[in-house]
T-cell receptor, first 113, second 115 residues
């Protein structure tokens, strides 16, 4: 059984640029959630995708957007990057309808200069 | 909105001893789930233990157990026979049984284990 994977591991961007982060869900999982973890803080929920549809969103502006593909992998897109977007971005997958256990990926460290 | 508070930024324990990490939460709901996650230095978050609010019995997973006090909105994690591999950030998290399927995390507690 393959776990949750994320790419890239690290990324450096400048203010105003756009970035795409990728996540492959664990085998058999059709739900992907994205979280932002600023340094020294707990993760904050960005949004969740279930069967290719957005299924809940946290308190993040529209410049944070996402996609889920037919194979249930997912992308997180952030436009007009700001310095405060520097964080670890975590992806978590789970089975549809069973939101109790989310399996996390290793994260993508985004630095905005 | 629900909030989760971990009042201990850092804790230290001697190997083989017991340590308790604290967590309190605020909610007006009666049906929800609580979790403890471990995030080792390698960053991958791992579920340690979970508790359904409707269950009175405290959850236990090997050396890990919780003390769930629903009226007090308290959910502490006890680690028995601490091991060097237990050193990590520990996050308490809340999920409503209704509404958006999101986890609300506390700020975390860094656990250090001394040999």
């Amino acid at each position: 059984e393959t776990g949750v994977t994320q790419s890239p591991t690290h990324l450096i961007k400048t203010r105003g640029q756009q970035v795409t982060l990728r996540c492959s869900s664990q085998s058999g999982h059709n739900t992907v959630s994205w979280y932002q973890q600023a340094l020294g803080q707990g993760p904050q929920f960005i949004f969740q995708y279930y069967r290719e549809e957005e299924n809940g969103r946290g308190n993040f502006p529209p410049r944070f957007s996402g996609l889920q593909f037919p194979n249930y992998s997912s992308e997180l897109n952030v436009n007009a990057l700001e310095l405060d977007d520097s964080a670890l971005y975590l992806c978590a997958s789970s089975r549809g309808g069973d939101f109790n256990e989310q399996f996390f990926g290793p994260g993508t460290r985004l630095t905005v200069l | 909105a629900q909030t989760v508070t971990q009042s201990q930024p850092e804790m230290s324990v001697q190997e083989a001893e017991t340590v308790t990490l604290s967590c309190t939460y605020d909610t007006s709901e009666s049906d929800y789930y609580l979790f403890w996650y471990k995030q080792p230095p390698s960053r991958q978050m791992i579920l340690v233990i979970r508790q359904e609010a409707y269950k009175q019995q405290n959850a236990t997973e090997n050396r890990f157990s919780v003390n769930f006090q629903k009226a007090a909105k308290s959910f502490s994690l006890k680690i028995s026979d601490s091991q060097l591999g237990d050193a990590a950030m520990y996050f308490c998290a809340y999920r409503s049984a209704r509404g958006p399927p999101m986890l609300t995390f506390g700020g975390g507690t860094r656990l250090m284990v001394k040999p």
